[in-house]
Antibody, heavy 116, light 110 residues
């Protein structure tokens, strides 16, 4: 069974940093790119980043480029999202999701709240 | 990041047919196709169709997807109460070099 489990969310002050993790299981991790997608409260889905199978190609949305950084550890079947210079508008549920001709499997998400 | 365009809401009666649309351009839907996702409140999205219109196992045959030019469509026949949800389309944008989502359509089953 494909599983993606996010962790690391929480409350952080504006300007602060947070590192999210995504643990994958149930599939050959190195065969797939992985995305980070977020959803602000009551809002739609926003794509943030995609990292390729080997981690050598990483793409970002304009809204987070330069502040967020995606990486992966294929030995640990894990993906990471380092978030710096956080803003109130970054408050959202953050999902990691597998890429396979679409974003096909999603984790349950982890809530990040940016507030003073 | 420019997104795809979806109507914010659609309302249909029980057992009726709903068709949801998703409009993009030649850099995304027109060239890459569109995937469809269903999201119930408090849950992560679930894939209904990939961008080649393949339906994952377990997805009801009452759901179908198609595309004409830069517009993708999701049709749900015989609407049931459990179909009430938010529906999102998604594509890859060759110009933006990233994934794009529609704003979502809230489907209400009356």
């Amino acid at each position: 069974e494909v599983q993606l489990v996010e962790s690391g969310g929480g409350l952080v002050q504006p300007g602060g940093s947070l590192r999210l993790s995504c643990a994958a299981s149930g599939f050959t991790f190195t065969d797939y790119s992985i995305n980070w997608v977020r959803q602000a409260p009551g809002k739609g889905l926003e794509w943030l980043s995609q990292i390729s199978e080997r981690g050598d190609i990483i793409r970002y949305a304009d809204s987070v480029r330069g502040r967020f950084s995606t990486s992966r550890d294929n030995a640990e079947n894990s993906i990471f999202l380092q978030m710096n210079s956080l803003r109130v508008e970054d408050t959202a549920v953050y999902y990691c999701a597998r890429d396979n001709w679409a974003v096909d499997y999603w984790g349950q998400g982890t809530l990040v709240t940016v507030s003073s | 990041q420019t997104g795809l365009t979806q109507p914010p809401s659609v309302s249909k009666g029980l057992r009726q047919t709903a068709t949801l649309t998703c409009t993009g351009n030649s850099n995304n839907v027109g060239n890459q196709g569109a995937a469809w996702l269903q999201q119930h409140p408090g849950h992560p999205p679930k894939l209904l169709f990939d961008r080649k219109n393949n339906r994952p196992s377990g997805i009801s045959e009452r759901f179908s997807a198609s595309r004409s030019g830069n517009t993708a469509s999701l049709t749900i026949t015989g609407l049931q109460p459990e179909d009430e949800a938010d529906y999102y389309c998604s594509s890859w944008d060759d110009s933006l070099v990233g994934r794009v989502f529609g704003g979502g359509t809230k489907l209400t089953v009356l």
